[in-house]
């Protein structure tokens, strides 16, 4: 069974940087591609980024792109979000997700973490 586990999420102040890691286990992770999502109070869940598995392409969804960073440790099962002049609307829930697809659409990806709260202060 694929278990995902998220942890880096905090209350930092606007213009802040903060990490996310993803710890994956069971399964192949080489094989997975990899997702951010999140969902803020009251809205649905968005995409955030994807890594493939076979080649590390990258994908942001324009929300997040040249602050955010998705990047994976193929050796270690781990995967992680570099979040870089962070605003507070990025305030949310954050949740990884696998899947054989890198795609936008969460229903594609049928392994997912129970989130991290990432706060940002005005």
């Known amino acids: 069974q694929v278990q995902l586990v998220e942890s880096g999420g905090g209350l930092v102040q606007a213009g802040d940087s903060l990490r996310l890691s993803c710890a994956v286990s069971?399964?192949?992770?080489?094989?997975?591609?990899m997702a951010w999502f999140r969902q803020a109070p009251g809205k649905g869940r968005e995409f955030v980024a994807t890594?493939?598995?076979?080649?590390?392409?990258?994908y942001y969804s324009d929300a997040v792109k040249g602050r955010f960073f998705i990047s994976r440790d193929n050796a270690r099962n781990m995967v992680y979000l570099q979040m870089n002049s962070l605003k507070p609307e990025d305030t949310a829930v954050y949740f990884c997700?696998?899947?054989?697809?890198?795609?936008?659409?969460?229903?594609?990806?049928?392994?997912r973490g129970q989130g991290t709260q990432v706060t940002v202060s005005s």
């Open positions: 997700a696998a899947g054989r697809r890198a795609h936008t659409v969460l229903s594609t990806y049928p392994y």
């Open positions: 069971g399964g192949t992770f080489s094989s997975y591609a």
């Open positions: 890594i493939n598995w076979s080649d590390s392409s990258t």
